[in-house]
């Protein structure tokens, strides 16, 4: 048997920040039907229809607003009843309106767990997931509630307003489109669908709905959002950054690098490095038809390295870039053209222990690229990037013209938190003077997640491999060398405040060269605070 939940469901958010995880799963409740038939005995059919009197008078009491009232006659029909779902489900409602909300999800989940083919009462534990920021969770109740009831427009609201908190926009905005057709929704659901379209670069069909959403209902809340955001769209073109945006960040880290098979020496070389680094960057974005971007990047960084005396040595770097680029649609894609400079300076030098003139070392760099991506709404992204490089190191010259292209894939599985991520590259680099010719090959692949406390998850395995051929490489070394290189990093991120995010990456790689000399190991652990504006 199976009972309608109170409608309407929780009058609560919709969207919010993931939180805290469930402290236990639901009960299982196993029945044997079909083997074994059983007639309730006159006691238990005389207490049911005691405690369905008292869901009566609760709901009586509801309707009147005695709130506190109808708490006590469903907690009296769960007395009588125990095992009547539909008791723990009127009682979750109440007690979420009373603002126990810890009470209200256990009473819900109660419910659930006695009839778990019910989807208005796991839209009602959805709700109330929300409304505690448990929104992984609030996503599983939604997906089950959609399964017991597909074409129910509230779970399908719900649902795309979840999803698309989860980054998952097509298919957010496919349950929204089933949203709008109930009259009641189609205000609200065509406003967050037009929103997600036309920020996924669909101007177009994002301004249709809106129009509509606008139209439906002009006096509305979403109704007169959907205006202005209409009028944003129609007068000014649509972009996502403000005139202003940037970046400050604060990078430390410990990078301990190995050589494998040194020469000669009967201890590993190489030089553990803790390091800061100060990064600024400041976007302009003036509003136009294509969205023009012109950004400038400063970064200063200052790298202490730990080895024995004879090998210590600090670096501080600095480094200018800026560059302009033009985003628009076409054809369902986005494209983006942009033209970038990039200017270094750098110092090494011996540091308190190796004081010596010769061991100091100056860097200048300046690199021109060109570059052009083609994307669609995050499925896959190809890259093609021409590149000229000049560099002066101490006393090396090296005048690079570079091709790289890359294309990648994205492929959305398990219940739309993971994904897997696949890369290759191809690079071509042809260089002049005293440098070394390079081609090369890369592919990557790793896995995307979305966890708890709106934590976000990026693990990636890369390798690479790299030809230097027919070159004087520093003068003489290594020519028509050959690497080979397994890259493993994590990245762990969280938001800690609305603009201040917390970056934990970690990177491991392991490089295999025909020249023994070459060989390394290399770890780098980095905690990077920054904080975005405006």
């Known amino acids: ?10 009058p609560v958010a919709s969207s919010c920040l993931a939180g805290f995880l469930r402290r236990a799963a639901p009960l299982v409740v196993v029945t044997l039907a079909g083997l074994i038939c ?7 059919q005389a207490t ?5 009197i008292e869901i009566a008078q609760g709901d009586m009491a509801w309707e009147a607003g005695t709130v506190e009232e109808a708490l006590r006659h469903y907690q009296a029909a769960i007395e009588s009843s125990p095992d009547l779902a539909i008791a723990h489900g009127r009682l979750g409602v109440a007690l979420f309106t009373a603002g126990r909300r810890e009470e209200a999800i256990a009473a819900l989940e109660r419910a659930v767990a006695l009839d778990p083919h019910h989807a208005r009462t796991r839209l009602d534990l959805a709700l109330a997931y929300l409304a505690q920021g448990d929104l992984f969770w609030a996503a599983d109740e939604l997906r089950e509630a ?3 009831a597909p074409g129910d427009p509230e779970i399908a609201y719900h649902e795309g307003l979840v999803l698309i908190d989860l980054g998952e926009n097509e298919a957010g905005m496919e349950r929204l489109a089933l949203a709008a057709g109930d009259p009641a929704l189609e205000p609200k659901a065509r406003y967050h669908l037009g929103i997600a379209l036309a920020t996924s670069e669909q101007r177009e069909e994002g301004q249709l709905q809106l129009e509509q959403a606008r139209d439906a209902s002009p006096s509305s809340p979403h109704g007169q959002a959907a205006g202005r955001a209409l009028n944003l769209l129609i007068q000014q073109g649509w972009d996502t950054l403000p005139f202003f945006s940037g970046r400050l960040a604060l990078k430390a880290q410990y990078d301990s690098n190995v050589v494998q098979e040194p020469i000669e020496v009967s201890r590993p070389l190489g030089a553990d490095a803790p390091g800061l680094e100060l990064r600024a960057l400041l976007t302009v974005a003036p509003i136009s038809t294509l969205a023009h971007t012109l950004y400038a990047t400063l970064t200063v960084s200052r790298i202490q390295h730990l080895a024995s005396p004879p090998d210590q040595f600090n670096h501080t770097g600095v480094s200018l870039a800026g560059g302009t680029s033009y985003r628009f649609a076409a054809l369902g894609h986005t494209h983006t053209l942009g033209l970038h400079h990039r200017y270094d300076l750098g ?3 011996g540091g308190e222990l190796t004081d010596v003139d010769e061991f100091y070392a100056f860097r200048e760099a300046n690199t021109l690229t060109a570059e052009y991506a083609l994307s669609r709404q995050g499925q896959y992204l190809a890259t093609v990037e021409l590149r000229y490089r000049n560099a002066v190191f101490a006393d090396m010259r090296r005048d690079s013209n570079t091709f790289l292209a890359r294309l990648s894939e ?3 599985f398990l219940s739309e938190r993971f994904k897997v991520i696949f890369a290759a590259g191809f690079q071509y680099d042809q260089a002049h003077g005293d440098g070394y010719d390079l081609w090369g090959l890369n592919g990557s692949a790793g896995i995307s997640a979305l966890g708890p406390w709106s934590l976000q998850f990026l693990a990636t395995v890369r390798f690479e491999h790299a030809d230097h ?10 020519a028509g060398r050959q690497d080979d290189a397994v890259i493993v990093s994590t990245a762990i991120r969280r938001p800690l405040y609305d603009a201040l995010l917390a970056e934990l990456a970690w990177v491991h790689t392991e490089r295999r060269s025909t020249t023994p000399a070459f060989d390394y190991r290399r ?3 980095a905690l990077t605070a920054s904080w975005v504006f405006p």
């Open 347 to 349: 110092m090494l030098d």
């Open 469 to 478: 051929y027919h070159s004087a490489y520093y003068y003489g070394w290594g």
């Open 38 to 44: 059983l007639t309730p005995s006159p006691d238990a």
């Open 410 to 412: 994205t492929l959305m």
């Open 1 to 10: 048997m199976r009972w309608p939940a109170f409608d309407p469901p929780l």
């Open 146 to 148: 959609g399964l017991l």
């Open 48 to 52: 049911e229809a005691e405690a369905r």
């Open 523 to 525: 770890d780098l652990v």
